[in-house]
């Protein structure tokens, strides 16, 4: 048995009364975010790669002379920080919601795990070139 389609969102009215959909019901978690940003950053090449040949006079005439935005360094920096910031959430929050064993015991200690993680002065300090670089020096408690 499958169950029936969910209504579409309530309108939204703005300042004028027009109504509008909602964009979405649930805010993105902390979770999905990470899970995005390791993409890509996973795509960091294939995509860097792509937007040369978009410059270049053939890609030009096989797209049609579109222009994309070029992501500088300075940017893939961000994104590479932002996973750095973000991982020790997202393997806590996974440990966190097993079902299987219990789990509100080990929630003081994550924390002070994730304290003493924001707190290190070299969070920042690692040449990282992939995700997986950064994410090496985190050292937080294992599964219980």
């Not at 920080?81 to 929050?93: D, E, S, V, W």
């Not at 670089?133 to 294992?142: N, P």
Request: aromatic letters at 10%; proline letters at 11%.
């Amino acid at each position: 048995m499958t169950l029936p389609p969910l209504p579409p969102p309530p309108p939204v009215f703005n300042v004028l009364g027009h109504a509008r959909h909602a964009p979405c019901r649930m805010p993105p978690t902390l979770n999905s975010t990470f899970k995005m940003l390791v993409k890509i950053i996973r795509l960091k090449t294939p995509l860097k790669s792509f937007l040369d040949y978009l410059t270049s006079p053939e890609g030009k005439r096989e797209f049609n002379r579109k222009v994309l935005p070029r992501v500088d360094e300075t940017e893939w920096a961000l994104v590479t920080g932002m996973c750095i910031l973000l991982q020790p959430f997202n393997k806590i929050t996974g440990i966190l919601s097993g079902e299987k064993y219990p789990t509100f015991v080990y929630a003081l200690l994550y924390l002070a795990s994730i304290h003493s993680f924001l707190r290190n002065d070299n969070l920042f300090s690692v040449n990282v070139t992939n995700v997986d670089d950064a994410t090496v020096g985190v050292k937080l408690c294992s599964r219980p």
